[in-house]
């Protein structure tokens, strides 16, 4: 439930404790909260943490106005689950060569693929390409080659199981987390500086928020971008999905359907009306919870996610967490836990456990399902889903 915290401009909603935010991340918030375009209130989710540029976990509707560093660098990043036609007693006894295979089929980390991935649902992508900023002239091959691959950091590709099943375990899900790769963060830095430079933009509390106006030509080459990078963001997803879909198969020796799947953006702008105006909405890790629209809220690499469906709450933009949030920074992670802390944290979950990833040990983040309990009005829990593969960038 909210708390109400109060602003230059507009209040602060705040699904989290007060007490609990980081002085950095409050500063953020209350820099947003002082910006003249904001419009109502800011929203901000139960895995507030700080960020660059701006917070995450927050929710901002502006008019007539958007702020590049409010939506983040890596744009259109978000999720995708899909349910497979599986049992837990389907699977093997060694889940390690499902991850070879899985690791086979995408790169991870800086690596690409060979050759672009044939996908012909990428067409229209690559003949919008020529219009878009200048950084972007020299890497239309890298994207080519980056579409249906993971990066590093915190995206990952899992194998799950839910919690709906018979006592031998639950049904299998496919779970994964990735965004615009190299195209997305070149287009995102590249007009984060421009604004920066905006005459209307010389005296805000932070730089960081600089913001484009409507009816700019600023604005408009932000906007063609923006979409197009959200756009290349789901569908390399998409591809994502279908190389591991096809990685299980292999590994099984045999089809196995798709019975759901369910995607989600959660670092993205979009154009909606909130209270009675139309505003230009940005999410910096946070999804949409429309009523009904359904939703992925991941934990850790060894702690549970939720598949979720919205509630619509008007108070929060419709919006919810899009995970459990940092509770300490890498380096923080780094110096506290040694990779014998990591192998306890991760038993039962094939996955990689060395000191590269040592920064994304579970008790770097925060408890997922107090997070989830600290948003009861924004979503309701449909299924929860506990690793038993892991592959990370």
């Known amino acids: 439930m909210k708390a109400t915290l109060p ?12 007490a609990g935010v980081e002085a950095q991340a409050r500063a953020q918030l209350e820099n947003i909260a002082a910006l003249p375009w904001v419009v109502h209130h800011v929203a901000v989710m139960p895995d507030v943490h700080y960020g660059k540029g701006a917070t995450v976990g927050s929710v901002i509707a502006m008019r007539n106005a958007v702020s590049p560093a409010a939506v983040g660098v890596d744009l259109g990043c978000g999720m995708a689950a899909m349910r497979l036609g599986l049992r837990a007693e389907d699977l093997p006894d060694s889940l390690a060569p499902m991850r070879s295979a899985i690791e086979a089929a995408v790169p991870v980390g ?50 799950c199981l839910d919690d709906q099943g018979t006592s031998a375990g639950g049904g299998v899900w496919l779970m994964l987390h990735s965004g ?19 005459t209307h933009n010389a005296e805000l509390p932070d730089p960081e928020l600089a913001v484009f106006l409507a009816g700019t030509p600023e604005m408009d080459a ?73 939703g992925i809220i991941p934990g850790s690499m060894g702690t549970r996610s939720y598949i979720v469906r919205g509630l619509g709450n008007p108070d929060s933009y419709e919006s919810a967490s899009h995970g459990a949030g940092r509770a300490m ?18 038993a039962g979950v094939e996955s990689r456990k060395d000191a590269a990833v040592v920064d994304e040990i579970p008790a770097a983040y925060k408890p997922i399902d107090e997070v989830i309990a600290a948003q009861s009005d924004l979503v309701e829990v449909k299924a929860k889903l506990k690793q038993v593969l892991c592959v990370k960038g």
């Open 329 to 346: 920074s890498r380096n923080q992670a780094r110096k506290r836990f040694s990779v014998a802390d990591l192998e306890a944290q991760t």
């Open 222 to 294: 932000y906007r063609r971008d923006l979409f197009w990078a959200q756009r290349y963001a789901a569908r390399n997803r998409e591809v994502m999905l279908g190389l591991v879909h096809g990685a299980v198969q292999a590994t099984l020796g045999r089809p196995v359907p798709v019975e759901q799947t369910i995607r989600c953006h959660h670092n993205y702008v979009a154009d909606e009306v909130h209270f009675g105006e139309p505003v230009m909405v940005t999410r910096k890790g946070a999804i949409r919870a429309g009523w009904g629209e359904w």
């Open 180 to 198: 615009s790769r190299r195209i997305g963060l070149s287009l995102a830095e590249h007009h984060m500086a421009i604004a920066k430079r905006l």
């Open 110 to 159: 800086f690596s690409m693929h060979e050759a672009p991935v044939a996908d012909g649902g990428s067409d229209e992508l690559w003949a919008e390409y020529d219009g878009l900023a200048e950084p972007a002239s020299g890497l239309l091959d890298r994207a080519m080659r980056q579409m249906g691959t993971l990066g590093g950091g915190n995206h990952f590709i899992e194998v």
């Open 7 to 18: 602003g230059a401009t507009v209040p602060i909603y705040l699904w989290a404790d007060p």
